[in-house]
């Protein structure tokens, strides 16, 4: 999905020494989710399912504002 694609370039760019750290350990989980739960989740980070990747959901959609 190209919007996720775009959302989630975004949050590896400015996350890159981060994530080079070992940070944002549950983005591999967070990935391996299907596209259009993903989606629903990026949209409402609240959503339904979503507790365990809340906060890196709400970092990655934070730099899409």
């Known amino acids: 999905m190209k ?4 959302l989630l370039e975004r949050f590896l760019e ?3 020494d981060s994530l080079a750290r070992g940070g ?3 983005l ?7 596209d259009d739960q993903l ?3 990026m949209r409402d980070p609240s959503a339904s399912g979503s507790e365990p990747y809340r ?3 709400e970092s990655i ?3 899409s504002r």
């Open 28 to 34: 591999e989980a967070l990935l391996d989710t299907e």
């Open 3 to 6: 919007e996720l694609d775009v």
């Open 24 to 26: 944002w350990p549950e």
């Open 61 to 63: 959609c934070d730099g």
């Open 14 to 16: 400015r996350q890159e």
């Open 55 to 57: 906060r890196l959901l």
């Open 39 to 41: 989606w629903e989740w």
